[in-house]
């Protein structure tokens, strides 16, 4: 049976609460089984290049020696466990591009599968969610969700790209989940025992889209943070239109100057607090006054 967990994070983005949501699921770990057993390995990890991707490939499969470890990225993780680091791409359509990487521990593995999600428009692989998850004994997956070149900050490369906006919503992280649980069965020669993910913000949506979507995909889902109901927020189009050139952007003063005056009129009319000063308590205002 799935276990969903909300937690509420304002203002974090995924990786801001790693490390509280991979302690979770250890107690979930400890708890729905007790210590599991490190199987053999039952293939190497180079044998693993060969597999079969419907619709993708396999772009690497590295046996990578216990120690300091400098991921892609440049980034450099001290003292790893030694692992099988696999690299995939996914084409599901045409206007697709989506990228997983999967560390796996050569040696206590503890049973269980652990996904990860992203952060604001993602567009890269979070190794520091890889590197913690498999420090901690969980073979471990994440995606860049097929957004890139789209950056955590800058969504504009998803804006006319309907198929890249289904990606980033739920198929990249399904994807990942399908794939990933067939390499780690390949490796171990066994199915994980649990598989759980967790994710804020952003990682935090994945994991609200795979309780609606795809309930079978994990035992158990820490969704902290949700940013959900893109559609309706209009957040692709409203960052496209205010970044689209610089004459575009709303200078720091002008945003001021409307916040001030919006605050001035409509900060009390909502049955709010004057001493609650927020944008957010003056929605019912607004609407009443443009009506």
């Known amino acids: ?119 604001g428009y993602t567009g890269t692989i979070n190794y520091g969610e890889l590197s913690g998850g498999l420090a901690q004994g969980f073979a471990t997956a994440n995606t860049d969700m097929g957004t890139s070149p789209a950056t955590a900050l800058d969504g504009r490369a998803l804006t006319g790209h309907l198929q890249k906006q289904i990606d980033f919503a739920y198929r990249s992280t399904h994807l990942m989940n399908l794939l990933a649980k067939e390499l780690i069965a390949d490796f171990y020669g066994q199915d994980p025992e649990y598989s759980y993910y967790y994710g804020c913000s952003t990682g935090g949506g994945q994991g609200m889209h795979i309780v609606e979507q795809y309930p079978d995909d994990y035992d158990g889902v820490v969704a902290g943070a949700p940013a959900i109901n893109r559609t309706h927020s209009g957040t692709f189009w409203n960052f496209f239109v205010t970044h689209e050139s610089p004459d575009s952007i709303i200078p720091e003063d002008k945003a001021t ?16 607090l004057a001493t609650c000063l927020s944008l957010a308590a003056t929605v019912a205002c607004l609407r009443v006054e443009c009506q």
Not at 27 to 46: K, N, Q
Not at 261 to 270: D, H, I, M, R, Y
């Open 1 to 119: 049976m799935m276990t969903t967990r909300a937690l509420s994070r304002h203002g974090s983005f995924a990786w801001g609460c790693g490390k509280m949501a991979v302690a979770l699921l250890g107690g979930a770990l400890l708890m729905g089984g007790g210590t599991l057993a490190s199987p053999a390995v039952a293939a190497s990890c180079g044998t693993l290049a060969n597999v079969i991707v419907p619709k993708g490939s396999i772009t690497a499969a590295q046996s990578v020696p216990a120690g300091n470890y400098t991921a892609p990225s440049g980034t450099v993780y001290p003292n790893m466990p030694a692992f099988c680091r696999i690299a995939a791409t996914l084409i599901p359509t045409s206007d697709s591009f989506i990228r997983i990487e999967l560390w796996m521990p050569v040696g206590d593995w503890n049973g269980a599968y652990l996904a990860t999600g992203g952060g």
């Open 257 to 272: 100057l409307v916040t001030d005056a919006v605050l001035a009129a409509c900060a009390t009319k909502s049955g709010g």
